[in-house]
């Protein structure tokens, strides 16, 4: 079946960097929309970033704008998150999934769900003290 596995996460001090890594298989993965959506510790859903399949058109929450930049590598079928001047909010279990419509500006996202969202990971946790 469809699987993705995200990869990257570990403890950094405020103002470090993180790259997250989302490998994925048993899908045609440079057909598909990807997205990054985050989950802080007693939140809900937060959705982070998504790249269009060709990779050239990008989106970003207002929240991670100028710090995150979203890639990918579609011969590699992998999804990348680089994060700078990472802040103790962006603590979360971060998450890769395929987007099932074209690229949107932004992605509501209620409780676990976010809207056009499927093949979700199973996380890799980011968590950002000093």
């Known amino acids: 079946q469809v699987q993705v596995v995200e990869s990257g996460g570990g403890l950094v001090q405020p103002g470090g960097s993180l790259r997250l890594s989302c490998a994925a298989s048993?899908?045609?993965?440079?057909?598909?929309?990807m997205s990054w959506v985050r989950q802080a510790p007693g939140k809900g859903l937060e959705w982070v970033s998504a790249i269009n399949a060709g990779g050239f058109s990008t989106t970003y929450a207002d929240s991670v704008k100028g710090r995150f930049t979203i890639s990918r590598d579609n011969a590699k079928n992998t999804l990348y998150l680089e994060m700078n001047s990472l802040k103790p909010e962006d603590t979360a279990v971060y998450y890769c999934?395929?987007?099932?419509?074209?690229?949107?500006?932004?992605?509501?996202?209620?409780?676990?769900?976010?809207?056009?969202?499927?093949?979700r990971g199973q996380g890799t946790q980011v968590t950002v003290s000093s």
């Open positions: 999934a395929a987007v099932t419509a074209p690229l949107k500006d932004s992605y509501y996202c209620s409780g676990y769900v976010c809207d056009d969202h499927d093949y």
């Open positions: 048993r899908f045609t993965f440079s057909a598909y929309t």
